[in-house]
Each structure stands twice: as structure tokens, then as C-alpha cells.
């Protein structure tokens, strides 16, 4: 039988929920099931998984990053009055007719464009919180015994385009390190110097955005395998592969890198990382259920 309070499946002889210790009542099984049995599916595989991303952690993963996006949309509508802040600067320093009208209409054609190309960014963020709630509200859903996987397709098609972009970042990072690298010095001494203090500092930066990205590449490969595992779940009702252990982990160190903006004004990272823990909370959440019902189901085959 089936706990009415928690859903964990019971020997039909059991008094008492091994889940939760709520008492079982004797004719639990012959009576009609009550609004928190409709909960569960009789899969316990699907149970977990619709526990789990129907829980308090994930919602308010889901409603911090949508607050992200809100915020950095309402960011990226800002970047126009930058020309206005520009102009009235310069006039305070008396610096106003330095530049003439040309240097204003091309600087405010550049803005125009990062507010657009900013704008065309954030598709990948909607995507993902449509992915999110749509996933959100299937496993919510009491009615359905399955649960969509079209968000999962969603969330880890993203990932799998990301992490190619990067790829292909960081090839073009080596090519400009090994570009730089190789052009010829000058005879002249002190312009040597110069141009090998200029290399430098530009292979620096190239290494570092190189190591970013690759960075960036081993988290995304991370939460591909991740959605990977939890697809195949709801699809097959069956456990293949695991959950990343190293995912949760790193959730939590990204999480808190953003927390740290909020001290800087910059509400927007600081919700990306409430996101970021509630996040690594249900990952942890859900690989604590698999455990348990892999445990139960080993005790019940004995």
C-alpha cells in the first residue's frame, strides 16, 4: 500500500509509514484515494522524480531566475540613457564641445545595437524559464501519471549549442595566442621591450578567457549528463547512468560568485544565484530520494 501523506510504497502488512511514520489505516488500501495519494504516480521512479521538482526548492529556483531575467531585461532597456549620462558629464566638465554631433549619433547607434543585441541574448534565458515552469507543472500536475521531457530536450539543447559556442571561443583564443606569439620583434631594443610587455598582457587575457571557457565547457557537460540522467528516468522509469556528484558543487560556488553581487547593487546576479543554490538543493534532493528508493527496493527484493 501506498502512504495517503507521503507516497512511499508499504508491505500491505506495514502499520506504520516507513517514509514518514504516519500510522496506515487498515483499510488503506480499499478506500478511495485521498487528495494526497492522487499525488503520487504508482511508479515510485515517477514519484520520486515529480517529488522532487514539484518541491519548495525548485519553485524558488524557478522564481529567482525569472526575476533575473526581469531584472537584467530591465538593465539591458537602460543602456540608451548611458548617451544622456555621457552628455551631461561632459558639459559639467565643460567638455561638451569637444565632440561634435557625429561622435553623438554613432555613439548612439552603438548603444542601440548592444541594446539590441542584448535583447536578441536573453532568448536562451526565456527558453529556459519556459523550460522550467513547463517542467515545473507537469510534475505538479495530480492528474497525469507521466511527466514532460520536451523541457529536459529544451534546458540540454541549450547546453549542447553553449558549449560548442564556447568550444569554438576557445580554438579562436589559442589561434590569436599562437598568432601573437609569433610576430617578429623590431631591431630596436626599447621597442622590443614594449612590444613583449603588449604580447604579454594580450596572451594573458586570451589564456584567461581560454581557461573561462573551458571552464564554463565542464559545467555545461555536467548538466548535460545530468538532464540526460533524469530524461531517461521519466521516459523509461528506470535509472541509467548517474546524476553529476561534481554538479551540485559547482552550482554552489557559481551560486555564491553571484550572491556576492548584490553587495554591488547588481540584483540581478544576486538572484541568478539564489537560482544557482535552489538549484544544487534539489540535485542533492533528488539524488538522496534515488538512494532511498534504491535502498528500499533492495530490502524488498531480500
Known amino acids: 500500500m501506498y502512504c495517503s501523506k507521503c507516497g512511499t510504497q508499504n ?16 483499510n488503506n488500501a480499499e478506500a478511495a484515494p485521498s487528495e494526497n495519494q492522487k499525488n503520487f504516480s504508482l511508479n515510485p521512479i515517477l514519484n520520486v522524480i515529480k517529488k522532487v521538482f514539484s518541491s519548495t526548492p525548485f519553485l524558488v529556483a524557478m522564481i529567482a531566475f525569472s526575476v533575473h531575467a526581469g531584472l537584467k531585461t530591465i538593465n539591458i532597456l537602460q543602456i540608451p540613457l548611458i548617451s544622456e549620462s555621457l552628455r551631461f558629464y561632459l558639459d559639467e566638465f565643460s567638455l561638451g564641445s569637444t565632440f561634435d554631433d557625429s561622435f553623438y549619433l554613432g555613439f548612439d547607434a552603438f548603444l542601440s545595437g548592444l541594446t539590441g543585441a542584448s535583447l536578441i541574448s536573453l532568448i536562451p534565458t526565456a527558453l529556459l524559464i519556459f523550460a522550467g515552469w ?70 594573458g587575457v586570451f589564456l584567461f578567457l581560454a581557461a573561462v571557457l573551458l571552464f564554463n565547457v565542464f559545467f555545461l557537460s555536467k548538466t548535460v549528463k545530468s538532464l540526460s ?4 528516468a521519466c521516459e523509461n522509469l528506470s535509472f541509467s547512468g548517474a546524476l ?6 559547482l552550482l554552489y560556488i557559481f551560486g555564491a560568485l553571484n550572491g556576492l553581487a548584490i553587495f ?14 535552489c538549484i544544487a538543493i534539489t540535485l542533492q534532493d533528488l539524488q538522496k530520494e534515488i538512494d532511498n528508493l534504491i535502498k528500499q527496493t533492495t530490502l524488498n527484493q531480500l
Open 11 to 26: 508491505p500491505d502488512s506495514a502499520k506504520y509509514c516507513k517514509g514518514c511514520g504516519s500510522a496506515l489505516a487498515a
Open 134 to 203: 513547463s517542467f515545473y507543472s507537469s510534475a505538479k500536475n495530480n492528474g497525469d501519471d507521466s511527466i514532460k521531457t520536451s523541457p529536459i530536450t529544451i534546458a540540454k539543447v541549450l547546453s549542447v549549442i553553449h558549449i560548442v559556442l564556447s568550444s569554438i571561443l576557445v580554438l579562436f583564443s589559442v589561434a590569436i595566442m599562437v598568432l601573437v606569439s609569433t610576430v617578429p620583434f623590431p631591431e630596436d631594443s626599447a621597442d622590443e621591450m614594449t612590444m613583449q610587455l603588449g604580447m604579454g598582457v594580450i596572451i
Open 229 to 232: 540522467f533524469i530524461k531517461h
Open 244 to 249: 553529476s556528484k561534481s554538479l551540485p558543487i
Open 264 to 277: 554591488s547593487g547588481n540584483l540581478a546576479s544576486g538572484a541568478l544565484g539564489v537560482s544557482y543554490i
